[in-house]
């Protein structure tokens, strides 16, 4: 009994100790996607929402440092709300001196430490951003994001081949698609073949999925305006 609480008391200890402060955990991951200054990428997009008929796109994905990045279907326009230009993580770090950093400690489900962001200007346009870290190896699994104009929506990551640069193979975009507005001028092919669509369709869950295929990292990724 002794030993059993002893041991149970250690483990606590260390894996207490062995956790970095929120603040430098931020700051090393901030510091491994800045290493990524340009990509180009192929990938898939898939568009799931209710009231939009958009077929599986092949598109390509540029990047440049710091915020610029552009998302190219040659065969047509595809949806992508506002919000999912974040896709590229380093944008959740670009202020972070303008955030106050809060740790809440740990996910009960997955283990990954969840650090949210909060900025210190009210002028900001995210009021809180929501991180789930994998702590072992600098990865954002999970983000969600709460903005005054465009709602919530969430980021998942999936990662393989390129985790050393924190690059995902995959992301899923959620947002609630009753809080997304069509650009001016841009016009796409609603299904209203049900008595449900409209209004009604759309003050529900909608996601993007990006599968990339290939990266090509560091390597100038064009003219991105």
Known sequence: MKWSLLISLTCFVNGYLSAQPAEELVQKIKTKLGSVDDYAADAKLKTNVAFIKAPIANIKVYF????????VNKSGISFIPK???NVNLSNIFM???GFDVIDVGRDDAT?????????????????LSTLYIDEKNLLIRKSRTTTKENGTYQLDMNYGKYSNFGLPDKIIFSFNTKEYKLPKGVTLDYDNGSKKSGQALKNRKGTVEIDYTNYV?????????
């Open 64 to 71: 440049k440092k710091p915020d610029k990045l552009k998302i």
């Open 95 to 97: 202020n972070t001196r």
């Open 83 to 85: 919000g999912s230009m």
């Open 217 to 225: 990292i560091n390597k100038g990724a064009g003219n991105i305006k």
């Open 111 to 127: 283990s990954l430490r969840v650090i949210k962001l909060l900025p210190k200007e009210d002028t900001s346009e995210v009021v």
